[in-house]
């Protein structure tokens, strides 16, 4: 079974930074992609950013893209989200998601497994 655990989400000033840590386990992730999405109240999930386990292939959201990063630590089967430059609007709770594929993907809905969620706020 996959389990997937967040954490490093806190509160923030405008211009911070955070990061946020996945730690799979249950399974070998080398075929495995994973995502992190994000929910601010009242607003759907979105994607944030995607990391092919095998190759470290890596894709973002335009409104992340230059300020925030996505690794793997093969040794830890850890996943990071670094977020620089935090803005107001970075504010949600912040997920990760798991698939066993190859290609990236940016949908929720093309990921079987997900963590719990870590909350992130960023003040002005």
């Known amino acids: 079974q996959v389990q997937l655990v967040e954490s490093g989400g806190g509160l923030v000033q405008a211009g911070g930074s955070l990061r946020l840590s996945c730690a799979a386990s249950g399974r070998t992730f080398s075929r495995y992609v994973i995502g992190w999405f994000r929910q601010a109240p009242g607003k759907e999930r979105e994607f944030v950013a995607t990391i092919r386990w095998s190759g470290g292939s890596t894709y973002y959201a335009d409104s992340v893209k230059g300020r925030f990063t996505i690794s793997r630590d093969n040794a830890r089967n850890t996943v990071y989200l670094q977020m620089n430059s935090l803005k107001p609007e970075d504010t949600a709770v912040y997920y990760c998601?798991?698939?066993?594929?190859?290609?990236?993907?940016?949908?929720?809905?093309?990921?079987?497994?997900w963590g719990q969620g870590t909350q992130v706020t960023v003040s002005s």
């Open positions: 998601a798991a698939d066993y594929r190859t290609n990236l993907a940016t949908s929720s809905y093309e990921y079987d497994y």
